[in-house]
């Protein structure tokens, strides 16, 4: 697999941006709303504590990917916690999806800010439409290989960072650099805005881009680590400003009923026509690039996982090497997702992969290799508490207020852990097998493929 991959190919800046892409693409544009919802007037407060929670995680990944740089980060962090086993296998497939999951997300908040410039309905049939247009257009972008991926996500990611930072500062200067809560606080309890954190963290975990892109990026041992702090202490930045100006610019319950493309509907009062088709360009160009990198990680991802003999693989007569088949099932997924879910469940059930996942690889680390990598204990164990805290909060208020999305999401992750159990099992059962004939060389489409799991 690692002949598949250009080492060196990613700089410092390039897995900054990429981080940066992600992250800001779904988090400020498409989360901001959903958390005033949950969170109430003190919905700033949650992007902070977020990264907080974040920052505890964050340094989980940093003692792995520094020890052990690998194009298949969290897989690769789940397999050496705790071996071939059905845990490691199902953590990595959640995290995966939890991935996919993200991108459909942006997707369907690049079409529905598109609609909004355009005076159209945001509920309509266009919005899907438009979001499988911009996952193909990501896919595009990424078979021309990972230059173009790179170079374009630095442009994308100065672009943007820049333009919504400018438009936080102005629309809080126009608001005379003040934010007043204009609801009671006593109307949201502390429940709803510590589940509001789960929402928070799912705007930061883009961070994790950078970690399964590890065999690519110069000098990972240390770029990695380095990678992951600034791309998330930017974030944490842009967000406090832009939801102070958000807050400062529309009442609490606008902010709610604008929940999917808040930011447009901020600047208008702020800074007038002009800031409201601003801030529409920059939401594409946010979304779309936060889509690319999205889809250029997911897919070496599932080839890593492909390799590595967790998941299993089919090329359905399709030519190439895994990562270009895992190319095409991550677009497929995400548009199929596009399709189907709505912002809000997205959301929710990629909050809930992501938080299980990430409690799982804590647990795995502070269980197994602690010692090997430096992380002390108390960082994990406090890394593992509040995800506990957040996941739990949250899941108690979806259930009142959605159960139908915590049943989904309790399925979904029960078969993701029995599908693992049954295919490692067959695996072990022919542990003499090759390995998947794509990884090095292409297959003609007329024939099929022994090793492909049916």
């Known amino acids: 697999m690692a002949s598949t991959y250009?080492?060196?190919?990613?700089?410092?800046?390039g897995a900054i941006a990429m981080g940066t892409g992600v992250m800001i693409g779904a988090g400020i544009l498409a989360l901001t709303g959903q958390i005033a919802e949950l969170a109430g007037p003190l919905f700033p407060l949650s992007f902070l504590l977020g990264a907080i929670v974040t920052g505890f995680s964050a340094y989980t990944y940093v003692k792995m990917v520094n020890a052990f740089p690998s194009a298949g980060g969290i897989a690769m962090?789940?397999?050496?916690?705790?071996?071939p086993t059905t845990i490691a296998a199902g953590a990595a497939l959640l995290m995966a999806l939890s991935m996919v999951i993200n991108e459909s997300l942006v997707a369907r908040t690049f079409a529905t800010y598109a609609l909004r410039g355009l005076g159209l309905d945001t509920d309509s049939i266009l919005v899907p439409a438009l979001g499988v247009a911009v996952i193909v257009f990501a896919y595009l972008v990424n078979?021309?290989?990972?230059?173009?991926?790179g170079l374009l996500s630095i442009v994308m990611a100065v672009l943007k960072v820049a333009g919504i930072a400018l438009f936080g500062l102005a629309a809080l200067w126009a608001s005379g650099l003040s934010f007043e809560p204009n609801a009671d606080i006593g109307n949201y309890p502390?429940?709803?805005f510590v589940a509001s954190i789960a929402l928070s963290i799912l705007a930061f975990k883009g961070f994790t881009t950078i970690t399964n892109s590890g065999a690519e990026i110069t000098d990972p041992h240390r770029n990695v680590g380095r990678a992951i702090?600034?791309?998330?202490?930017?974030?944490?930045v842009v967000y406090l400003l832009v939801a102070l100006a958000v807050g400062s610019s529309l009442p609490l319950d606008r902010i709610i009923a604008t929940k999917d493309y808040a930011l447009a509907e901020a600047a208008e009062p702020a800074l007038g026509q002009t800031g409201f088709y601003l801030i529409i360009a920059l939401a594409l160009i946010a979304t779309a690039s936060g889509l690319l990198a999205s889809v250029f990680a997911v897919s070496r991802m599932l080839a890593m996982l492909t390799d590595m003999r967790m998941i299993p693989h089919k090329h359905f007569g399709m030519p190439g090497v895994?990562?270009?088949?895992?190319?095409v099932y991550t677009v497929v997924i995400a548009g199929f997702l596009t399709i189907f879910f709505d912002l809000s469940r997205i959301a929710a059930l990629g909050a809930f992969f992501y938080l299980v996942m990430d409690i799982l690889i804590?647990?795995?680390?502070?269980?197994?290799?602690?010692?090997?990598?430096?992380?002390r204990a108390w960082v994990l164990l406090t890394a593992i508490s509040l995800d506990t805290i957040v996941l739990g909060a949250f899941a108690t208020l979806k259930w009142r207020s959605d159960p139908a999305i915590v049943v989904i999401a309790i399925v979904a992750m029960a078969t993701v852990f029995i599908f693992e159990r049954l295919f490692l099992d067959r695996v072990r059962e022919h542990p003499d097998s090759p390995k998947h004939a794509h990884t090095m060389h292409s297959a003609p489409s007329s024939q099929s493929d022994p090793s492909d799991t049916k």
């Open 6 to 13: 250009k080492t060196n190919s990613i700089t410092l800046p």
């Open 77 to 83: 962090i789940l397999q050496k916690a705790y071996g």
């Open 143 to 149: 078979v021309s290989g990972n230059r173009s991926v």
């Open 190 to 192: 502390i429940g709803g």
């Open 229 to 236: 702090i600034v791309s998330i202490a930017i974030c944490v």
């Open 322 to 327: 895994v990562k270009d088949h895992t190319l």
């Open 362 to 375: 804590h647990w795995g680390v502070f269980r197994h290799l602690r010692k090997e990598v430096g992380a």
